[in-house]
T-cell receptor
Framework: DGGITQSPKYLFRKEGQNVTLSCEQN?????MYWYRQDPGQGLRLIYY???????QKGDIAEGYSVSREKKESFPLTVTSAQKNPTAFYLC??????????????FGPGTRLTVL | GQQLNQSPQSMFIQEGEDVSMNCTSS?????WLWYKQDPGEGPVLLIA?????ELTSNGRLTAQFGITRKDSFLNISASIPSDVGIYFC?????????????FGTGTRLKVLA
């Protein structure tokens, strides 16, 4: 089955520790995205990548880092510099720019709780 | 960052009633997307719209891409309890060869049996 996987579903970390969230897709999509969702809020863009080895900051990139070494993978690291890391993190992918392929699909999310 | 204006923020309806929600923006979009999110899950794509004026249906769902390309609405007919969730609109933008999606603030739907 094609889709986007995120692991783990739930993640607990102590304050001051870096943590990496996994995102893998087998949809052969070029672009991948990371969003943050806080309770009762919409989705805010953290980082996005249009192609391998290239990525851009979104609206709330401070305290986060990413890499895009493979087309299928776009891991997100939440660093100790992120002041309020507890949130629900969503990964998404798409193949933008093609008329009928502008849809963006989401993974199941990772809920990060920093103690 | 930019967010779309989505209304209503929440609604309680009786099972069997029709539902309508909309999104407006100050920017023009090339694509409008509508998603449904269940608690603790990722959003699931419901409908994608590509042309101004386009009206698209998916079962009991109908969505339209506004003529001005700055708005879209989603209708749900004959609501059922499993329609409960948060509905998000999203518009796709393109700048300097990169594509981003701007999301609405969500409409929380609760269906009373």
């Amino acid at each position: 089955d094609g889709g986007i996987t995120q692991s783990p579903k739930y993640l607990f970390r102590k304050e001051g520790q870096n943590v990496t969230l996994s995102c893998e897709q087998n949809l052969n999509h070029d672009a991948m995205y990371w969003y943050r969702q806080d309770p009762g809020q919409g989705l805010r863009l953290i980082y996005y990548s249009q192609i391998v080895n290239d990525f851009q900051k979104g609206d709330i990139a401070e305290g986060y880092s990413v890499s895009r070494e493979k087309k299928e993978s776009f891991p997100l690291t939440v660093t100790s510099a992120q002041k309020n890391p507890t949130a629900f993190y969503l990964c998404a992918s798409s193949t933008p720019g093609q008329a009928s392929y502008n849809e963006q699909f989401f993974g199941p999310g990772t809920r990060l709780t920093v103690l | 960052g930019q967010q779309l204006n989505q209304s209503p923020q929440s609604m309680f309806i009786q099972e069997g009633e029709d539902v309508s929600m909309n999104c407006t923006s100050s920017s023009i979009f090339n694509t409008w997307l509508w998603y449904k999110q269940d608690p603790g899950e990722g959003p699931v794509l419901l409908i994608a719209l590509y042309k101004a004026g386009e009206l698209t249906s998916n079962g009991r769902l109908t969505a339209q891409f506004g003529i001005t390309r700055k708005d879209s609405f989603l209708n749900i007919s004959a609501s059922i309890p499993s329609d409960v969730g948060i509905y998000f609109c999203a518009g796709q933008t393109r700048a300097a060869g990169t594509y981003k999606y701007i999301f609405g603030t969500g409409t929380r739907l609760k269906v009373l049996a």
